[in-house]
């Protein structure tokens, strides 16, 4: 089981590898990984699993986050209805690859985090606000989708980690909170 142990933080160098992509059929390692790494986001989302394991609560996290460099990342992004079950997305992506994007663009009102930066960095991160995505599952069926708003922005977040980019490389030096017209703002 993945816990905050498992997850290398900034300036291990797999941080900032390009991760390599999986073939199929999958390795059974490969597929656990993808489970374990889903595994942790319903853990960290679990306010009692969450508490015993001390985990902070994810909604994305990506194989080289846990020292893989491969192109691997689970995400749960919960339904922002509280009384519904269904989460808003949740898979496990494999060789996921953004096909096409909208050309207006969003970012999250209060910045990011990340679970492999132990320190705050103010600013606005620009992303795209829609994307079509394509990956394949586990069992190696191709997906295709269409995301926006913040699931579209965690996919992206997971995306540059398989890059090796990571949240703050997107942020303006000069001026961390300055928008161009036009720029969605996600609260
Ligand atoms: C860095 C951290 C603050 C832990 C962030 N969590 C988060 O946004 N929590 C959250 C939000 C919800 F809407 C519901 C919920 F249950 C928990 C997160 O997991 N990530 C993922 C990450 O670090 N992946 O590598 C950072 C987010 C910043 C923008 C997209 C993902
Ligand atoms: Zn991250």
Same mark, same amino acid.
């Given at each position: 089981?993945?816990?905050?142990?498992? #997850?290398?933080?900034?300036?291990? $160098?797999? &941080?900032?590898?390009?991760? /390599? =992509?999986?073939? !199929?059929?999958?390795?059974?390692?490969?597929?656990?990984?993808?489970?374990?790494?889903?595994?942790?986001?319903?853990?960290?989302?679990?306010?009692?699993?969450?508490?015993?394991?001390?985990?902070?609560?994810?909604?994305?996290?990506?194989?080289?986050?846990?020292?893989?460099?491969?192109? #691997?990342?689970?995400?749960?992004? $919960?339904? &922002?209805?509280?009384?519904? /079950? =269904?989460?808003? !997305?949740?898979?496990?992506?494999?060789?996921?690859?953004?096909?096409?994007?909208?050309?207006?663009?969003?970012c999250i009102g209060e910045g990011e985090?990340?679970?492999?930066?132990?320190?705050?960095?103010?600013?606005?991160?620009?992303?795209?606000?829609?994307?079509?995505?394509?990956?394949?599952?586990?069992?190696?069926?191709?997906?295709?989708?269409?995301?926006?708003?913040?699931?579209?922005?965690?996919?992206?977040?997971?995306?540059?980690?398989?890059?090796?980019?990571?949240?703050?490389?997107?942020?303006?030096?000069?001026?961390?909170?300055?928008?161009?017209?036009?720029?969605?703002?996600?609260?």
């Amino acid at each position: 089981m993945i816990t905050m142990d498992d #997850i290398i933080r900034e300036g291990r $160098p797999t &941080l900032r590898k390009v991760a /390599k =992509e999986v073939t !199929f059929p999958l390795s059974e390692e490969e597929k656990n990984l993808g489970n374990e790494l889903m595994e942790f986001l319903e853990n960290s989302q679990d306010p009692q699993k969450a508490e015993e394991l001390q985990l902070r609560g994810g909604v994305g996290l990506a194989a080289p986050q846990v020292d893989v460099s491969k192109r #691997i990342t689970a995400v749960l992004v $919960p339904s &922002l209805d509280p009384d519904s /079950k =269904e989460p808003e !997305f949740k898979d496990v992506l494999y060789n996921p690859k953004i096909l096409s994007h909208s050309v207006q663009e969003a970012c999250i009102g209060e910045g990011e985090g990340c679970l492999s930066v132990d320190r705050d960095v103010p600013g606005y991160v620009v992303r795209q606000a829609r994307i079509t995505l394509r990956y394949y599952n586990a069992e190696g069926e191709k997906k295709k989708i269409r995301l926006k708003n913040y699931p579209a922005i965690v996919v992206q977040h997971e995306l540059d980690h398989l890059n090796g980019v990571l949240f703050y490389d997107h942020i303006n030096k000069e001026s961390p909170f300055t928008l161009n017209e036009g720029v969605l703002v996600i609260e």
